[in-house]
T-cell receptor, first 116, second 116 residues
C-alpha cells in the first residue's frame, strides 16, 4: 500500500518568515495530494490540495508544489503569522476504479510554531 | 451550513465495555469516512460508507469493530469489548455526492476515546 513520509516533525519560525514542509510518497499511482491543518482539540481542516496533472498551486500565502518524478510534494507558507501555528498533515491518495480518491494515506504531521 | 458533527467529544470506557461513536455528515453529503489517530501519528483510514452500504472497510480491524450508516440517522462506529490499545482519537469525514468534488473530505472535531 501507499506510504507517506513527512519532514520535519517540528518546525519553529519567526513571524513573517516562510515555512516549508516536505512529503514523499511511495506509490507512483497516487494522483491526489491534500494538505490539512489541525489545531489543538479540533479536526483536520483542508487548506489546499493538488492533483497530479499540475505541478504547482497557490492560494494567497499558501502554495503546494508536486514533483511526480521524485514522488515528493511540499507545502509553502509565506509571511507566517502566529495563527498559522498548528499541526500540518500531508496526504496522498490513489484513485479507485471509478476515479474517486477517497482513501487518504496521511503523513505523521509537522508541528509548526510561529513565534511573534 | 453546519459542519460534520461528532458525539460524544470525549468518551471513557473500561476494558471490556462497548463504545459507540456517532457522526452526522454535512448537509448534502452522502459519503462518510472514519479515521483513527493515535498519539503523535497521522490519521489512518478505517472505513468508507454510503447510506446503507459499506464501500471499503479494509482499514478496520476484523474483530470487535463495526460501522454502519443507516438510511436515517448518523453513522455509527461501534467498538465491542474495548482494550487499552483502542484509546485514540476517532475522526469522521464526509464528502459530497459522487461526481461533485467527491475527493474533498471535511472532518469533524473527533471523539477522543480513553479506555481505562
Amino acid at each position: 500500500g501507499e506510504n507517506v513520509e513527512q519532514h520535519p516533525s517540528t518546525l519553529s519560525v519567526q513571524e513573517g518568515d516562510s515555512a516549508v514542509i516536505k512529503c514523499t510518497y511511495s506509490d507512483s499511482a497516487s494522483n491526489y495530494f491534500p494538505w490539512y491543518k489541525q489545531e489543538l482539540g479540533k479536526g483536520p481542516q483542508l487548506i489546499i490540495d493538488i492533483r497530479s496533472n499540475v505541478g504547482e498551486k497557490k492560494d494567497q500565502r499558501i502554495a503546494v508544489t508536486l514533483n511526480k518524478t521524485a514522488k515528493h510534494f511540499s507545502l509553502h507558507i509565506t509571511e507566517t503569522q502566529p495563527e498559522d501555528s498548528a499541526v500540518y498533515f500531508c496526504a496522498a491518495s490513489i484513485g479507485d476504479s471509478g476515479g474517486s480518491n477517497y482513501k487518504l494515506t496521511f503523513g505523521k504531521g509537522t508541528l509548526l510554531t510561529v513565534n511573534p | 451550513n453546519a459542519g460534520v458533527m461528532q458525539n460524544p467529544r470525549h468518551l471513557v470506557r473500561r476494558r471490556g465495555q462497548e463504545a459507540r461513536l456517532r457522526c452526522s455528515p454535512m448537509k448534502g453529503h452522502s459519503h462518510v469516512y472514519w479515521y483513527r489517530q493515535l498519539p503523535e501519528e497521522g490519521l489512518k483510514f478505517m472505513v468508507y460508507l454510503q447510506k446503507e452500504n459499506i464501500i471499503d472497510e479494509s482499514g478496520m480491524p476484523k474483530e470487535r469493530f463495526s460501522a454502519e450508516f443507516p438510511k436515517e440517522g448518523p453513522s455509527i462506529l461501534r467498538i465491542q469489548q474495548v482494550v487499552r490499545g483502542d484509546s485514540a482519537a476517532y475522526f469522521c469525514a464526509s464528502s459530497p455526492i459522487r461526481g461533485r468534488q467527491t475527493d474533498t473530505q471535511y472532518f469533524g472535531p473527533g471523539t477522543r476515546l480513553t479506555v481505562l
